[in-house]
C-alpha cells in the first residue's frame, strides 16, 4: 500500500522499462475528439486503481474479487494513456479509483502527468482515507484540487456505509488537505434516503466550518446486480427543500466546467453544489470520457460500450498512433445522453463504479 518517496525516478512499474510516453506521429493542430453530437472532450477521468480500502455499499460488493495485476494498467500505461488524450486536446485530467491513493507510487505517476504539454489542471478524487500522508506530495507533485468523499459525519453511520472506513481518519485527511494549501477542497456527498438524509444541513455546516466546497450527487445505479436503489434514493430537488429549511440559497451561475448546478450561501465562501443525474440530466454539456484501471475508454458513464486499449498500448510499445487512433474512433460510441432516468430498480450497468472511475 505505501507510495514511494515522491519523486524517485525510475520506473516504478517495470523499473527497467522507460517512464517516458512515446511521441509517435506528430498531432496535426486540429486533432480534438469530438463526438457525432459536435461535442468536444476536453476531461479525462483516469482510474489508476480497482482498489479500494473501503467497501461503500453504493459502489462496491462486500466481497469484491479486484483485478489480476497484470489486467491493470501499470503506471507506465497511465501515463501514455493520459500524454495521448492530451495531445487529443484533453486539457483536464481527473485522477480516481477505486481509491487512487492506494495505488504503490501514485505520486511518482502525478509528478509526471503534471509536465505534460497541454495539460491544464490536474485534478483528484479521494475518499481522504490516505490525505493526512500524502496531501503535502500531492500538492507538491502539481495537483490543484481535490474531490474528498464524505456522506456522513457520524463515526458509526460511516462505518456502515462505508462498511470498513474510519471517520476520524477521513477528517484528520480533510485537515491535512487544508493545510496542504490546494486551490480548492469539495467535499463529495452522495445522496442516501433513510442514511442521511437527516445529516444535509450539517454537512453543509461542516463545509462552511471547514471553508471547503461541497456537492451533493444523486446515486447512479451501479453495483450489485438486484439490489434495489428505489428505496435509498433521494433527489437533489428534495435535498434542496431540506437545506432551504435552514439556509438561504441563492443560485449562482458558476460552473466548474461539471455537471454540477451550484447555489451560494449569503456571506459564505462556501459553494453548494447539486449533480443530478437522475432528475436534470446534463449530457448536452457532457465533455467528459472516463478510462479504468483496465484501460478500457468509456465515453458515457451511463453505458456499457468500451473501447479496449490497454491490447493496444501493449502491442505497440514504442507508438502511441494506434491507440490515439482508437481514442479518436471511441468518441463515436458517445451517446447522445444516457437512460439512468427510469432505471432505479435494477442497475442496468453490471459494473461497479469503482471499476468505471467515479
Ligand atoms: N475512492 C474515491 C472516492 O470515494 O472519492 C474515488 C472513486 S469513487 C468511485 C468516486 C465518487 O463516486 C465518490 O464520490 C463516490 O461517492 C461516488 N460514487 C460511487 N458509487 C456511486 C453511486 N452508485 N452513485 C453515485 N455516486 C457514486
Ligand atoms: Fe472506495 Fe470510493 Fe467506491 Fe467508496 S466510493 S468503495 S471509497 S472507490
Redesign the pocket.
Known amino acids: 500500500m505505501p507510495n514511494d518517496a515522491p519523486g524517485a525516478h525510475h520506473s516504478p512499474d517495470s523499473p527497467s522499462g522507460s517512464a517516458l510516453p512515446t511521441s509517435g506521429a506528430a498531432r496535426p493542430a486540429d486533432a480534438v475528439l469530438i463526438d457525432k453530437y459536435g461535442r468536444q472532450v476536453t476531461y479525462l477521468r483516469l482510474s489508476i486503481t480497482d482498489r479500494?480500502d473501503f467497501r461503500?455499499r453504493?459502489?462496491m460488493a462486500e466481497e469484491m474479487e479486484f483485478l489480476p495485476r497484470a489486467q491493470v494498467l501499470t503506471l507506465e500505461e497511465c501515463l501514455r494513456l493520459a500524454s495521448a488524450f492530451v495531445e487529443l486536446g484533453v486539457s483536464k485530467l481527473r485522477i480516481?479509483?477505486?481509491?487512487?491513493l492506494v495505488r504503490r507510487n501514485a505520486i511518482w505517476l502525478l509528478e509526471r502527468l503534471t509536465h505534460l504539454p497541454g495539460l491544464r489542471e490536474l485534478v483528484m478524487?479521494?475518499?481522504g482515507s490516505q490525505l493526512a500522508r500524502f496531501a503535502p506530495a500531492l500538492r507538491a507533485a502539481g495537483v490543484r484540487r481535490i474531490?474528498i468523499?464524505l456522506d456522513t459525519l457520524r463515526a458509526e453511520r460511516f462505518r456502515r456505509i462505508t462498511r470498513v472506513g474510519d471517520l476520524s481518519r477521513v477528517l484528520a485527511g480533510i485537515a491535512a488537505a487544508r493545510t496542504a494549501g490546494f486551490e480548492r477542497l469539495k467535499i463529495?456527498t452522495?445522496l442516501l434516503r433513510g442514511v442521511n438524509d437527516d445529516e444535509i444541513c450539517d454537512l453543509v455546516r461542516f463545509a462552511i466550518a471547514q471553508e471547503v466546497d461541497i456537492a451533493f450527487?444523486e446515486?447512479?445505479p451501479?453495483?450489485e446486480l438486484g439490489q434495489s436503489r428505489r428505496a435509498s434514493f433521494l433527489s437533489s430537488d428534495e435535498a434542496l427543500a431540506l437545506l432551504r429549511a435552514d439556509f438561504v440559497l441563492v443560485p449562482s451561475a458558476e460552473s466548474t466546467g461539471g455537471p454540477a448546478r451550484y447555489w451560494r450561501i449569503p456571506g459564505q465562501a462556501t459553494r453548494v453544489g447539486f449533480i443530478a443525474p437522475h432528475s436534470h440530466n446534463f449530457c448536452a454539456a457532457c465533455n467528459r470520457v472516463r478510462v479504468s484501471a483496465r484501460g478500457e475508454l468509456f465515453p458515457c458513464l451511463g453505458s456499457n460500450d468500451a473501447v479496449h486499449l490497454l491490447p493496444l498500448l501493449r502491442a505497440h510499445p514504442a507508438d502511441d498512433a494506434p491507440v490515439r487512433a482508437a481514442i479518436a474512433q471511441g468518441m463515436g460510441f458517445k451517446p447522445k445522453g444516457h437512460e439512468f432516468g427510469h432505471r432505479l430498480d435494477a442497475p442496468h450497468l453490471v459494473r461497479f463504479?469503482?471499476m468505471t472511475g467515479?
Open positions: 479500494c461503500c453504493y459502489c480516481t479509483g477505486g481509491e487512487p478524487t479521494t475518499n474531490n468523499s463529495n452522495v450527487i446515486q447512479m451501479f453495483g463504479m469503482s467515479g
